[in-house]
């Protein structure tokens, strides 16, 4: 595997079921990120991870927890969404530590919440 | 508040001819530019970047152009091919004195037809 991918590619669950969403980047990068896509927005920044430490959390509810373990992987642990939370969930990783860098994104999770 | 703009959401263009997707800022702390390609079904694809040091960055067949005074760049596609046919964002971050963090516009559909 190469770049970064992401699993599952689709999910469909209730309001009530706890799910993960997971990243993993094989570029050899510092930093990742979580961004959310709905239907005619642009894409928004959830959350930064570098060197495994949490730099930036873009007012998420908590009904979203990431964890990273490692410069290699990203989780998004979901938990008692709602139905508006429906949406393309991208991940995204980057050197890491320097200013001015391409981020390379991985094909999301299209998430449905019934 | 949209501080990043793409006026137009769909753009359709003759093979063989230019394509010009417009981009507009309101943050005068931007001082780094992307674009960004997405087929459906996959994740953006880091196209071409400029920094505010610039006002031409060329790659090939794509030259992205930033106006600072107007707080307007554009990316120009020469000639225009049907596997160009995509969405494409515009991002824009503050590196310097501001959040690192890439903030996108909605993007524009671009239809290359043969």
């Known amino acids: 595997e190469t770049g970064v991918t992401q699993t599952p590619r689709h999910l469909v669950m209730g309001m009530t079921n706890k799910k993960s969403l997971k990243c993993e980047q094989h570029?050899?990068?510092?930093?990742m990120y979580w961004y959310k896509q709905s239907a005619k927005k642009p894409l928004e920044l959830m959350f930064v991870?570098?060197?495994?430490?949490?730099?930036e959390n873009n007012s998420v509810p908590s009904r979203f927890s990431p964890e990273c373990p490692n410069s290699s992987h990203l989780f998004l642990h979901l938990h008692t969404l709602q139905p508006e939370d429906s949406a393309l969930y991208l991940c995204?990783?980057?050197?890491?530590?320097?200013?001015?860098?391409?981020?390379?994104f991985g094909p999301g999770t299209r998430l449905l919440v019934l | 508040d949209q501080q990043v703009k793409q006026n137009s959401p769909s753009l359709s263009v003759q093979e063989g001819r230019i394509s010009i997707l417009n981009c507009d800022y309101t943050?005068?702390?931007?001082?780094?530019f992307l674009w960004y390609k997405k087929y459906p079904a996959e994740g953006p694809t880091f196209l071409i970047s400029?920094?505010?040091?610039?006002d031409k960055n060329e790659d090939g067949r794509f030259t992205v152009f930033l106006n600072k005074s107007a707080k307007h760049l554009s990316l120009h596609i020469v000639p225009s091919q049907p596997g160009d046919s995509a969405v494409y964002f515009c991002?824009?971050?503050?590196?310097?004195?501001?959040?690192?963090?890439?903030?996108f516009g909605k993007g524009t559909k671009l239809t290359v037809n043969p």
């Open positions: 995204a990783s980057s050197q890491g530590g320097r200013l001015q860098e391409t981020q390379y």
């Open positions: 570029l050899g990068h510092n930093a």
């Open positions: 991870y570098n060197f495994k430490e949490q730099t």
């Open positions: 943050n005068s702390m931007f001082d780094y």
């Open positions: 400029i920094s505010s040091i610039k």
């Open positions: 991002a824009a971050s503050a590196g310097r004195g501001g959040s690192e963090k890439l903030v």
